[in-house]
């Protein structure tokens, strides 16, 4: 039973257009959201998030939105660069079945920035 | 100042054999979290310090995983016979305090299991 969900495993985006990710979870009970970074042979690299009392976060280039009556959030990078090329994940945490501090992340999505 | 780190960074071991994983938190974390991430999937919950008290080993797969963190610092996780279906990278993560405080990861540990 996948909680957080990442539909896309991969996106391409020309540098300089706007990259937008997503993640849909299924546990009303989450109330903080997480968007790391992770490149080949490194540990995830936290990047934002949003407690569910706000529904937007916003800081340099990315922005993370929620949406929870549809119980959706999205990253969005502007203007994308080619250094932002790597796999991103979205983590959830909160409620009874995670607790606080345990996350739940979804699978990933790779985003290629085309030069 | 310095990351997690966590060593080694890569083991293959032999069906069988015990592996034991050492991860350093960030100087002065309270909380410590690993972490188990199968090839293509997200990383997943394992087990949870603070300080040395293990407050939440719920997601240990079985009871051949064990881990510890005695002084409240260094955690080392062990697996004992180790299978194949242990094969994947073991992430520490570090917090200053449990609630809320955002998890720095280490660099993980990748075990191959032959």
């Known amino acids: 039973d996948q909680q957080v969900k990442q539909n896309s495993p991969s996106l391409s985006v020309q540098e300089g257009r706007i990259s937008i990710l997503n993640c849909d979870y299924t546990?009303?009970?989450?109330?903080?959201f997480l968007w790391y970074k992770k490149y080949p042979a490194e540990g995830p690299t936290f990047l934002i998030s949003?407690?569910?009392?706000?529904d937007k976060n916003e800081d340099g280039r990315f922005t993370v939105f929620l949406n929870k009556s549809a119980k959706h959030l999205s990253l969005h990078i502007v203007p994308s660069q080619p250094g932002d090329s790597a796999v991103y994940f979205c983590?959830?945490?909160?409620?009874?079945?995670?607790?606080?501090?345990?996350?739940?992340f979804g699978t990933g999505t790779r985003l290629k920035v085309l030069a | 100042g310095a990351g997690v780190s966590q060593s080694p960074r890569y083991k293959v071991a032999k069906r069988g054999q015990d592996v034991a994983l050492r991860c350093d938190p960030i100087?002065?974390?309270?909380?410590l979290f690993w972490y188990q991430q199968a090839l293509g999937q997200g990383p997943e919950f394992l087990t949870y310090?603070?300080?040395?008290?293990?407050?939440?080993k719920s997601g240990l797969p079985s009871d051949r995983f064990f881990a510890e963190r005695p002084e409240g610092s260094v955690s080392t996780l062990k697996i004992q016979r180790t299978q194949q279906e242990d094969s994947a990278v073991y992430l520490c993560?570090?917090?200053?305090?449990?609630?809320?405080?955002?998890?720095?990861f280490g660099p993980g540990t990748r075990l191959l299991v032959l």
């Open positions: 546990n009303s009970m989450f109330d903080y």
């Open positions: 993560a570090s917090s200053s305090r449990d609630l809320r405080e955002t998890q720095y």
């Open positions: 949003i407690s569910s009392i706000k």
């Open positions: 310090f603070q300080n040395e008290a293990q407050l939440d």
């Open positions: 100087s002065g974390h309270v909380s």
């Open positions: 983590a959830a945490s909160g409620g009874a079945t995670s607790g606080t501090y345990k996350y739940i």
